[in-house]
């Protein structure tokens, strides 16, 4: 990593998109998953020998969970990286507050950077592209503003996700729920977060996609079904009922250890 110091031990936080769904890691058993956060331990411990790396995100947390939860876990594992998404999943609810996550978010990471860590901050995607982005499309470009300027005073590398979707706009990137990204898409990822931390790396996640046959308007239409059904509904029940698809889960690796 040329002239910038060793890192000795890496902890991931946030919820899905840094847990890893959906990018199945079968040698961790069924429902585990590898994820972005994972392949860029993997790239980092090749100039790090011994590398010890913890990963505390659980899918659906909310901020005000992953801030009460995995914060102080991440401070006591006292690491010298770390990476925070988190957000998400509050900007698609209703009365979303982009203003008050953001002095939240801003009091994570200033505890995190108190630490001497180095802190790489995720903001978030476009949502025009997804259905009912448009909703939200406002209050996520606020909040990624601030998001980008929390990075910018507290001295953080940033992953901007928002102009990404140049490249994450092919569905080859994105898994069937529309929501994950696809193992391809973790890989891409995975670049991307180490091209923020200069790591040098094999491979550029903006490398252009192999051109594929466009899908037939019925085998869409069909999809789209398929879609509702089997993701959408179930999501819209969950959050009608205040259940999260991460209750009762743990992290998938709660103390460093090596890769």
Request: aromatic share 8%; charged share 25%.
């Amino acid at each position: 990593m040329g002239e910038q110091h060793q890192i000795g031990t890496f902890v991931a936080m946030g919820d899905s998109f840094t847990e890893g769904l959906n990018d199945p890691d079968p040698a961790a058993g069924p429902d585990r998953y590898r994820g972005w956060a994972d392949r860029l331990a993997e790239h980092l411990a090749v100039d790090n020998p011994g590398l010890r790396y913890a990963n505390l995100a659980i899918r659906g947390k909310l901020l005000h969970q992953i801030v009460e939860d995995q914060v102080p876990t991440a401070v006591e594992l006292d690491p010298d990286l770390v990476t925070l998404c988190a957000g998400g999943n509050d900007m698609i609810r209703p009365g979303a507050d982009p203003d008050a996550l953001a002095v939240e978010f801003d009091a994570a990471v200033r505890r995190l950077r108190a630490t001497g860590a180095r802190v790489l901050v995720f903001t978030g995607f476009d949502p025009r592209g997804l259905r009912s982005g448009s909703r939200i499309r406002g209050k996520a470009a606020i909040y990624n503003m601030h998001l980008r300027a929390i990075a910018d005073r507290r001295g953080c590398a940033v992953v901007d996700l928002w102009p990404m979707m140049g490249v994450f706009n092919d569905p080859r990137a994105w898994y069937e729920d529309r929501l994950h990204l696809s193992p391809e898409g973790h890989r891409r990822m995975a670049l991307r977060a180490a091209e923020a931390l200069d790591l040098p790396v094999p491979g550029d996640w903006r490398e252009p996609w192999p051109v594929a046959d466009p899908a037939a308007w019925l085998a869409m239409r069909r999809e789209d079904i398929y879609w509702a059904r089997t993701y959408l509904l179930p999501w819209i029940g969950r959050r009608a009922t205040g259940r999260s698809s991460g209750d009762g889960r743990g992290p998938k690796r709660p103390t460093p250890a090596p890769m």
